[in-house]
Nanobody, 124 residues
Framework: QVQLVESGGGLVQAGGSLRLSCAASGRTSSGNTMAWFRQAPGKEREFVAMISWSGGSTHYADSVKGRFTISRDNAKNTVHLQMNSLKPEDTAVYRC?????????????????WGQGTQVTVSS
């Protein structure tokens, strides 16, 4: 089993920034893809960003492209999501997800491990 714990959420004004972190522990494996998803009240879980094991490949949802940056530190088993120019529509619970393999998917069901989430609220 792999445990994922997110941190860094909070309340920020529109235009502000937040940096989310996801710490992995347990039976972590090398070569896996990591991702961030978010879910706003009354909406479906939405893909935000993903990153390959090496960090050399990343992919973003169109809604966050140019504003969010995903990165990872494999030595520390952590993944980060730097969020800049935040908008009220970015308000959601953000969850970290891990694939057991080097998949490259934006669908939530492709990910095997999930954190509990961290709340991000952007005020207008």
């Amino acid at each position: 089993q792999v445990q994922l714990v997110e941190s860094g959420g909070g309340l920020v004004q529109a235009g502000g920034s937040l940096r989310l972190s996801c710490a992995a522990s347990g039976r972590t494996s090398s070569g896996n893809t990591m991702a961030w998803f978010r879910q706003a009240p009354g909406k479906e879980r939405e893909f935000v960003a993903m990153i390959s094991w090496s960090g050399g490949s990343t992919h973003y949802a169109d809604s966050v492209k140019g504003r969010f940056t995903i990165s990872r530190d494999n030595a520390k088993n952590t993944v980060h999501l730097q969020m800049n120019s935040l908008k009220p529509e970015d308000t959601a619970v953000y969850r970290c997800a891990a694939d057991r393999r080097a998949g490259w998917n934006t669908a939530p069901y492709e990910y095997h491990y999930w954190g509990q989430g961290t709340q991000v609220t952007v005020s207008s």
